[in-house]
């Protein structure tokens, strides 16, 4: 038995998972890109980049903003400050209680009411002749016959019109046509009396807020009540303060010695700060795509470098037995203490997440913080200690206590309305009634929630305006005049800033309708009915006195009782009760030690860093020449490219590995199709089923490929990552469905949905975010493999040869006369010798055009800075200013990039520099040549971009900063530059893919010719895209994917470029004389082509800037190619429908100025007539709207001060 039990244990712990062939090859890639990776990291360290903060946010997979605002903190002293809190509010409880929150709120509920008291009958003194006759005088005259401004109005044609509104208001599109045509009578029948009804409700409705009445009614309710309970109330609060007086000296510890108090700092604040940036990483499902670490999937594979270097694939395809292998491995070492100082911080760092997020850790923090940003407010801000002004404001209250006459309270019971004012209750409730549904429907405040007339009235006209002009079209169905009517009032108050459609609107009339019914009959009730008593026996006046009210109300007002410090000390007490116990406070220390011990991990990985890169300065690093680190050119590229390939292929074995749950995800159910269609970003995941097929299908394609792939060389292996460029997998945000997951998780409707959705986000199934690495991925490793051949040695060099000089005696001067001919000669020599090389003649022709060149010579060059001044898909120039840094401007100018692009903003690159203050900038880029007579998208010139009253304004270094930018512009205002010579754009660097519509015969051939320039697949890295042209040359397409090209600033060049390539290798260069110039797109010739490519090449101030663009569609198939056009165009794609009240009556986007600002994309199927004489709003289909951008059509606005289009904007 034991034998056999032996015997399965070896067979079972001798069964391995062998590892697939894409497996193989991923774990290859891995290696070189981890390689690579380290290789980057340590040239940053040796270059002293300053990334750092960049590089630990990714390893610890956090945003650079959330980490270090977590780590943002004093924590240390946050701690002690609240473990002395906690120590003296537990020995202040062990001798006394505090006062209880319920009499802290009575406290201030009776300041504000003594406060508001004295404020009213001070503004409206008491007038001691009112009486309750004086009400109902008002009543009988002004309500007798108050409902009769209500019998104008036909109680059938507003019930009417809302039974047919509730039909044509809902979200059908089918109806009855029958019962429409009936439906659509009866409303042309009503709709003028309605509209003469609320004429009539809106004369009736200004009259009664202004009734004499309210003011009147107002006035002696407030009094009564004042004579009843001010005294009283003032007594409750000298009582109450009493208790507070005790409180604070029990509390004087805390509060009274600001040396020596806990609450001078901002503790509270910075816990608050570091919880909501916890919270915000926490609630993230995936971290911010790595960019400089993205080649270690963990940080632990950081340590794993020295295996790597010593990994079999390696050796045998990089190494190849070079034994110069040590001096890689050598100078990756310095990069070893900080790996393992890195492995301490992540530890540190999940233990602090893993403890933040236990039980109910973050409500308590929460609650601490709070609390603590209180008392350290008030403790701060206090102006009288607190014991002072609760004795002094107590005296103060004192003095105002009167003594009432001896029998007030007796003639109060008599006092003549408290009789009356009981039977006024049904009066006032119906006159309230009245009121309330006025200010919902009717109203003139702008304050009150409600829709005012003008609205109603502008929107009722507007909706009839809809309803004749739909009829008079000649509709086939009645419907369609229907619903677009009542559609018409409800987005016409939604435009408005409120929201109700016409059932609701007519509803009020209705209400309005019954309380005016029964406003007579309470009326004459109350006016019919004998008094109780048959003579009054107390007047107004006499009761008025024996209250001394206006004795007390004189005394508080001259006493300028300090309210806002009395309520301090009362806001002091009750922060101090709602102090939280020492468990609360423990966990939130807890919490803080926690972050001292990142923040300790954190400091160690700065001094390893610092260490490692030493003294040296940045030019020494650089210069030197022996370190094989530096040898990599443009190694964060490489890193970054070589990092995703290899991302994106191990991504690929863990979705084949989640094969068996993915193909279970069927077709979800209508429900949870609904709930999806309500989030923009779950489109394709509403559809996953079919997605996931065709990208398994593709995947396993791929991977069957791998196994011809694993054993070859590093090239042919990387031929893997074109293959993989065409995979789309299942587009989407993670975020938005990780959030929809979390919202429905609980509903046992969604509990299928919930699981797949689960195996959706196990792995990221977007693989279109790859695309653009990948399809530079062979070029990555083949420029890889020339830097490991180099460092290697496996490039051979010249060797070196030995030439034997015979030396001659000569006398001094022939020698010195020989010399400089020698050198004159040798000069002559190396100049001409130089310009007979590829780059002397470069060089000289650069000079040429420097001094002698033409415009046009210009142009041809600048053709290319779409691409040429671009790094890591940004513009350099105008990332320099934005990053202020000097040095990589600098280098950007010298490379002649275009001086005078604009940014997204409209400012060009020196109103940018001018704006932000930065005389260094300013100055290169004038002397580079930047254009100081260019207006920005306000019309100012780049020297109008320093404030006027800067002086005034700006402080220290940017007061400094602003007069050296004055300085600069007055010294060389008549002085012109010539702008830098643009480098030539190399052909090796041409991105060329032939559209699909190209003969393929030919593209087949011109892609096996120019195989390392060209893609069958597009990309935003493309220089040119090649089409197929009619005879006249002119593209003809309706294809938005193919256009989109153009406006991102694609050269287009004509099929018979590649034929003529084909015989002339050479023409390659030429691609200027195969330009296309014409578009024909929905039927219409445009010549705007060649405008479009030169606009984006010198990033022309953006054509759609301040355009608001709303898609108002159903379904919009090409909504992220619009969104990207729009955004990359100055305009701003919005995700709701525009609401005027945000944006600036009169302003339109500059470039537009005969357009509103708000541009509405349609299919159609939405009535937008509404909005088609509405000059803020312009209406588009999607082919008008690429027709629109085709055209190209400018019309600047030249005001002096451009309207803003977005109301807060600046």
Known sequence: MFKVFLLFALLLFSITTESSDLELVSDNFRVLARITNAIFLQSAVIQKSNISKEVIAE????????????????????????????????????????????????????????????????????????????????????????????????????????????????????????????????????LEPFRNCFKTVSTFANRFVNLPFWKFRRQYQFTKIAMDRLRTIIELTIDDMSKLQKDVEMSHNIWKDKSKSNLLGSFGPQISQTLNAFLTDVRRIDPVPPTLTVGFLKPKELLSVPKDLQNPWFKKYFIRGSSLIKDLSKALEPLNPISVSIQDLEKEWIDFKRSAREDFRIPNVNRTAFVLHNLENLVQNQTIPYDQILKSESEKLRKCVFKQGQDFFDKFELFEAEESESKTNNVSKVLDEIHETLRMAFTNDPTDEGISQEVARTCLNFAMQTFHDSSNSHHTKPSTVLKPTFEAFWYCTIDHGKDLDTSSFSKQFEKLEESLDSLPIVVEAFLDESPSFPTYPVPFQEILNASRLVETVNCLRDQKMKVNELRNAAYFVGNATNFPNSSIINESVTFLEHIIKVQNALKTVKTKI?????????????????????????????????????????????????KTPLLKIGEFNEKVKTSMGHFPGLTNYIHAKSLIQDFLGQAEGIEKEAKQLKDKDPLKMATVFAKMANLKGVPGDRQMLHDWRNRYFWNMHYKEAINHTATLLESNLDFATYQSQLLDGRLTVNALSKYFDE????VKKDKLKTVIVEKHTLSWPIIIGIGIGSVFLLFVAALVIFGMTKWGRKTYRNWYLFYFGKPEEFEKRWRYSCFMDKVNGENALLDAVRETNKANLLVALKRGVYVNAYNIFGNTALHAATKGGHPDLVEALIRHGADRSLLNAKNRTPEQMVPLRYKQISKGKDLANFEKIQMIYKKYRKKNFRIRVPEIFPVFSFRIWPEERTDDTLTDNFMNVFQSITSNEPSIHMTHCVVKTDENGILETDNLGLLFWMFHGCIIVKEKWMTDCLQNEKLIEQDYNYLVEKVKYNGKIFDTVIQWSQAMAKSELPYLYGAQVAVVMKECPNLLLLSTLVNNHGGTMINEFPVRKKYTPGSHPYCHTHLGPLFLIHDGNYDLKIYQNDKMFTIFTEAEFIEFMLKRDIHKDTNENPVNVLRDSE
Request: hydrophobic share 35%; charged share 30%; aromatic share 8%.
């Open 59 to 190: 390893f610890l997979k956090t945003s650079v903003s959330n980490f270090y605002e977590i780590v943002d903190i004093d924590a240390q002293s946050a701690a002690s400050v609240l473990k002395n809190l906690d120590g003296e509010v537990t020995k202040i409880l062990e001798r006394h209680e505090f006062t209880n929150k319920k009499i802290i709120n009575e406290i201030l509920t009776n300041l504000k009411n003594i406060s508001s008291t004295v404020e009213i009958l001070t503004k409206n003194p008491i007038d001691p002749n009112l009486t309750f006759e004086n009400i109902k005088d008002s009543m009988r005259e002004e309500f007798k016959n108050m409902s009769e401004y209500g019998r104008k109005c036909d109680k059938d044609v507003y019930k009417k019109i809302r039974k047919i509104a509730k039909i044509y208001e809902t979200n059908r599109n089918e109806f009855n046509e029958e019962e429409a045509a009936k439906h659509l009578r009866e409303l042309e029948k009503y």
């Open 610 to 658: 610092r260490h490692a890169t030493g003294n040296r300065t940045k030019r020494e690093a650089s210069a030197a020449p022996t370190n094989p680190i530096l040898t990599l050119k443009n190694s964060r590229l490489h890193s970054e490219n070589m990092g995703i390939c290899s991302l994106a292929l191990w991504n690929l074995v863990k979705v084949l590995e989640l």
């Open 791 to 794: 460092i290697f040695g496996h």
